[in-house]
C-alpha cells in the first residue's frame, strides 16, 4: 500500500535540500535576493494564472447549461423589495443583500470565484416572498435560513422563525403586505441550531406563548402559540450555544466570513445562504415536543405528520408531511448542496449513514405521493420525479461519504490520506444540488473516521505531539536558513504549490510570529486556496486566515449577532452547574475541598456540589448533612455565582454555613469571561 509523506517527513527532506543545496548553482539570482525582497505586500492579489486555470476549468466539468436550480430559486416570486438592507433600532444594518449587489456586473465568474459557487451565490442572491404551492409560502434571503408559512383556516403556523428578531420581523411583513394579517396560530422549529429559533421574538412575544404544563390541545385552545420542537429540542440548542460557546463563535468568525466584505476577493454565499445575519438572537423554551415519526397533528385545519431525524444534520431534527399539499418539509436534511458531517465551527459528528437511512425513510413513507420538497435552506424543488431524485442523490451522497470511507479505514489509511483519495462518482458530482457549496468531501470523510476512530492515526509518534509552538520553533531550528526555506516557498508559490506554501509559512509562523515575509508568504498563498475553493466556509476560511495574517486579529471588528441573553437563561440548573465546572479555575482551587448545597425552590429542586481538587463534582437530587456552605436562592440567581456578582450574591442567596466559600467559588468563575468574544488567536500562536 502506498502511503503519502507525512508533514514531518516533508519538512525533514526539505531541510536536507537547504543544507545539501545552499552553496550549488541554484544559488542564481532569484535566490540571492533577501526574503525581504520577495514583492510580498499586504494588499489583496489578483488570481494567479493557476488560479484562473482552475476555476476556468469549471465550466467545462460542470453543464452551465443545466438551469434547474437557478429556474427553482427564482420560481414562485411573489415580492422583493428593490433594495434589501436590515437595520436595528440603532441603525446598524443587521442584514444586506445589496451587499452583493456586484453580482449583476459580471456575465462569467471573475477569476477569483470559483464559478460554481459563484452560481450558488447568485441563486442566494434571489430573495423576498415566494410561494411554494397555494398555501404554503417562504420568505428567502432575509437571513441564511428560510421563514416559512403554512395558511391555515384563521391563520399561520411559521417554520423556522430564522436567526435575528430584526429578520424575522422584517420577513412577516413582506408576507402580510402580501398574503394579509393573520395571527400565528403555531411555531414549528425543525432543530436547534441558532439559525432556525434565534429570531423568535421578531414574529411574538413571551406573553403569547401557549402553558407547556397544557396539553398541545388544551394550548390551541387557549388562542395563545405553541412552539414544537423535536424531542431533546432545549437541551442540544442550550449546549451547543454555552458549553463551547465561545470558542464556537470565534470559529464561526472564519466559517462564516464574518471578518470579511462581500465582494470579487472577499465573501460570496455560504452554500445554504448569505451567512450569519448580526441581529439579536433570542429564544423562547417550546411548549410541546414532537417524539416519534408518524405522530399526526392538525392545527387550524392543516394536517401534519412528523418523521423523527436525530443524529442527522442535528442531534434532534424532524422532517414534516403535508398530505394535504402533497409537500415534504425536509428541515435541513435536504439543501441543495452537500452539508456537513462536521462542520467547520465544531461541533458533534454527524452520522452519514443515519442521515442517508432517514432519506431513504422519507421515500418509502412519502414518495409516491410527494409532488414538492422544501426546507429550511435554499429553494424546494418540484414534481414527484426530481423530488425523488433528489432525495435519492442526497441520500447516496451521504451513504458514499460513509461507506467509502470506512472502505479506507479498513485497508488501513489514515484520516489525511482518505481526505486527499475520496472522491465522489461522477454521476454524483456532476449534480448541481450534490455539489460541495457547504461541507466538502474531505473533511466529511474525517468526520466519519473521527466518529469510527478519533483523533489517532495508530501512529505512537502521534500520540502525544509537541504543542504547535513548541514543534515550529524546532522545525524552524533545523531548517537553519529562514530565509532560504522563504526563498523556496516563494518559488513554490509562482508555481502554484499554495497547500505546500501555506504549510510550511504557517510554521515560521507559528515558531516566530513577527516574520512578516513568512506571514504574508501565507496569506498569498491561503487567498489563492480561498479564490478556488467551491466551499463557501472554506473560502471564507481561507481569506479569513489571509486577513488576519496581514492585519492581525480581528476578533474586536467582528459583526456578530448579539445575543438578548434569553438563551442561557433557560438552561437548567443541571447546565448551570457543569457551565460552573468549565469556567472554574481548576488549578486555582487545587487544593480545595468542599461541599455545597444548593435548594431551588422555585424549580423544586436540591443538588449537592463537591469542590474535589479543582473538580466541581455534580450530585442531582440529594444533599449532604455534613456540608460546608447551603445555597437557597431561585435557579437564575446561579448567575449571580458564575458572573462573580457580589452585590447580588449578598442580596439573592440565602447562606448558612461558610460564607467565604462561595465567595472563592465565585472569585474563581474566571477562566472565560461571562459576555463578549475571546479572540483567541487561529492562524498564529
Not at 516557498?489 to 497547500?499: E, P
Amino acid at each position: 500500500m502506498k502511503k503519502t509523506f507525512s508533514f514531518i517527513l516533508a519538512a525533514i527532506l526539505l531541510c536536507t535540500a537547504c543544507t545539501s543545496n545552499s552553496n550549488k548553482e541554484t544559488a542564481a539570482a532569484d535566490e540571492t535576493k533577501s526574503a525581504a525582497e520577495l514583492n510580498l505586500t499586504t494588499e489583496a492579489k489578483p488570481a494567479s494564472e493557476y488560479t484562473a486555470k482552475a476555476n476556468a476549468d469549471m465550466y467545462t466539468l460542470l453543464d452551465f447549461d443545466d438551469t434547474q436550480e437557478s429556474e427553482f430559486a427564482v420560481r414562485g416570486l411573489i415580492d422583493a423589495p428593490e433594495i434589501l438592507e436590515l437595520t436595528n433600532a440603532d441603525g446598524n444594518i443587521v442584514w444586506s443583500q445589496e451587499a452583493y449587489s456586484f453580482l449583476d456586473d459580471y456575465e462569467e465568474a471573475p477569476e477569483t470565484a470559483n464559478p460554481s459557487l459563484w452560481e450558488n451565490t447568485k441563486n442566494n442572491h434571489a430573495y423576498g416572498l415566494f410561494e411554494v404551492c397555494e398555501g404554503i409560502y417562504q420568505v428567502r434571503g432575509y437571513d441564511m435560513a428560510n421563514l416559512t408559512v403554512v395558511k391555515g383556516n384563521t391563520g399561520w403556523i411559521v417554520f423556522d422563525p430564522l436567526m435575528s428578531s430584526e429578520c424575522s420581523q422584517a420577513a412577516m411583513q413582506l408576507i402580510e403586505k402580501n398574503l394579509g394579517t393573520y395571527p400565528i396560530k403555531a411555531v414549528i422549529i425543525s432543530h436547534p441550531h441558532v439559525d432556525h429559533f434565534g429570531g423568535i421574538l421578531g414574529i411574538m412575544t413571551d406573553d403569547e406563548k401557549a402553558d407547556a404544563n397544557l396539553s398541545l390541545e388544551e394550548q390551541l385552545a387557549s388562542d395563545k402559540i405553541p412552539i414544537i420542537v423535536p424531542e431533546g429540542f432545549a437541551e442540544h440548542a442550550i449546549a451547543e450555544n454555552v458549553y463551547a460557546g465561545k470558542a464556537m463563535g470565534r470559529r464561526a468568525n472564519y466559517q462564516y466570513g464574518v471578518l470579511l466584505e462581500p465582494g470579487v476577493t472577499g465573501k460570496l454565499a455560504q452554500g445554504i445562504g448569505m451567512g450569519q445575519s448580526t441581529g439579536t438572537v433570542s429564544y423562547l423554551a417550546p411548549t410541546f415536543e414532537i417524539k416519534n415519526t408518524g405522530e399526526c397533528i392538525t392545527i387550524d385545519g392543516v394536517e401534519m405528520e412528523f418523521q423523527m431525524t436525530p443524529g442527522t444534520e442535528a442531534p434532534a431534527e424532524m422532517n414534516t408531511w403535508f398530505p394535504q399539499y402533497n409537500a415534504l418539509w425536509v428541515a435541513e436534511n435536504c439543501t441543495a448542496t452537500l452539508h456537513n458531517l462536521y462542520t467547520l465551527r465544531g461541533a458533534q459528528i454527524r452520522d452519514g449513514a443515519a442521515w442517508a437511512s432517514y432519506i431513504t425513510e422519507a421515500i418509502t413513507r412519502y414518495g409516491t405521493q410527494v409532488e414538492i420538497t422544501f426546507q429550511s435552506h435554499n429553494w424546494p424543488h418540484w414534481g414527484n420525479e426530481i423530488v425523488n431524485d433528489y432525495l435519492t442523490n442526497t441520500a447516496a451522497v451521504y451513504k458514499f461519504i460513509n461507506d467509502q470511507t470506512l472502505t479506507y479505514i479498513n485497508q488501513g489509511y489514515t484520516s489525511d490520506e482518505i481526505s486527499n483519495m475520496i472522491e465522489l462518482p461522477e454521476g454524483l458530482a456532476k449534480i448541481w444540488y450534490t455539489r460541495q457549496y457547504y461541507g466538502t468531501v474531505a473533511h466529511n470523510s474525517k468526520a466519519v473516521y473521527q466518529k469510527y476512530m478519533g483523533w489517532y492515526d495508530a501512529n505512537p509518534v502521534n500520540l502525544n505531539p509537541l504543542a504547535p509552538t513548541e514543534s515550529a520553533k524546532k522545525w524552524v531550528e533545523y531548517l537553519g536558513d529562514v530565509d532560504e526555506v522563504l526563498r523556496m516557498a516563494k518559488a513554490d508559490y509562482d508555481a502554484g504549490n499554495y497547500q505546500w506554501v501555506a504549510e510550511v509559512t504557517n510554521t515560521i509562523v507559528f515558531a516566530d510570529p513577527e516574520n512578516q515575509d513568512a506571514r504574508l508568504l501565507c496569506a498569498d498563498a491561503l487567498e489563492q486556496l480561498g479564490y478556488q475553493a467551491e466551499s463557501g466556509p472554506w473560502r471564507n476560511a481561507y481569506l479569513s486566515a489571509a486577513l488576519e495574517l496581514r492585519n492581525g486579529n480581528s476578533t474586536e471588528s467582528a459583526k456578530n449577532a448579539k445575543n438578548d441573553g434569553s438563551l442561557v437563561l433557560e438552561m437548567t440548573a443541571s447546565m448551570m452547574f457543569d457551565y460552573m465546572g468549565i469556567l472554574l479555575d481548576k488549578q486555582a482551587l487545587a487544593d480545595e475541598d468542599f461541599i455545597v448545597n444548593f435548594t431551588l425552590p422555585d424549580v423544586n429542586e436540591q443538588h449537592m456540589l463537591r469542590i474535589k481538587n479543582g473538580v466541581l463534582l455534580v450530585y442531582q437530587n440529594t444533599q449532604s448533612d455534613a456540608a460546608d456552605v447551603s445555597i437557597t436562592c431561585p435557579k437564575n440567581a446561579l448567575f449571580y455565582i458564575i458572573t462573580n456578582d457580589q452585590e447580588n450574591i449578598e442580596k439573592a442567596l440565602k447562606i448558612e454555613g461558610n460564607k467565604k466559600l462561595v465567595t472563592l467559588l465565585a472569585e474563581h468563575m474566571n477562566q472565560v469571561p461571562a459576555v463578549g468574544p475571546i479572540p483567541f488567536n487561529i492562524i498564529e500562536p
